[in-house]
């Protein structure tokens, strides 16, 4: 039962413009979301997170939006520079079961 | 100064064998995790321990026993290898609720 999807495997964007890249959950006990990245042959990289009683949380160019309700998160990363190329991957957890549990992720290219 | 750190990074056995990878972490975490990679690239948790005390165990085959001498380290091993296990390990630390971070990852490969 994949309880975080991602249903984008891909995403390739132009450099300077806007990447969005989207995640679905389906446990409405999930109270924590997180963004990860990786590189090839690294282990993932924390980027940015969100906790359930906000809806937006920004980190210079990159901002989580939470929408409860849809039991949608989306991460925007704006400029997009080459060296976001990377698989992202979304991750949520609940208070008291401190496990992550990953989506699928998404490969974002950033075209030059 | 590596936050997480794992060794081997690469490791290549054959199947029956019987092989651990090591985990330390510096950065005072109460909690330390270990992650399965799977071949179509599925990261999912397998242990975690709080303070050298298992707290999750997912349905892993008792063939993978996770041992933690003290809340610094946090070892896997695994018994009798199977073709299956092939994968890329990873260690991972965290405060309780909070983001976790993670090792550079183990490849592992039974042949």
């Known amino acids: 039962d994949q309880q975080v999807k991602q249903n984008s495997p891909s995403l390739s964007v132009q450099e300077g413009r806007i990447s969005i890249l989207n995640c679905d959950y389906t446990n409405s006990m999930f109270d924590y979301f997180l963004w990860y990245k990786k590189y090839p042959a690294e282990g993932p990289t924390f980027l940015i997170s969100i906790s359930s009683i906000k809806d937006k949380n920004e980190d210079g160019r990159f901002t989580v939006f939470l929408n409860k309700s849809a039991k949608h998160l989306s991460l925007h990363i704006v400029p997009s520079q080459p060296g976001d190329s990377a698989v992202y991957f979304c991750?949520?957890?609940?208070?008291?079961?401190?496990?992550?549990?990953f989506g699928t992720g998404t490969r974002l290219t950033i075209i030059p | 100064d590596t936050a997480v750190s794992q060794t081997p990074k690469y490791l290549v056995t054959q199947m029956g064998n019987d092989k651990s990878i090591k985990c330390e972490q510096n950065l005072g975490h109460d909690t330390m995790y270990w992650y399965k990679q799977d071949s179509k690239k599925f990261l999912k948790i397998m242990f975690s321990y709080n303070n050298k005390e298992l707290i999750i165990n997912e349905t892993v085959p008792n063939r993978f026993s996770p041992k933690s001498p003290d809340k610094a380290h946090l070892n896997l091993h695994i018994n009798s290898l199977e073709l299956g296990d092939s994968a890329v390990y990873f260690c991972?630390?965290?405060?309780?609720?909070?983001?976790?971070?993670f090792g550079q990852g183990t490849r592992l490969t039974v042949v």
């Open positions: 991972a630390s965290s405060q309780p609720q909070g983001k976790a971070f």
């Open positions: 991750a949520a957890s609940y208070f008291g079961n401190e496990k992550l549990t």
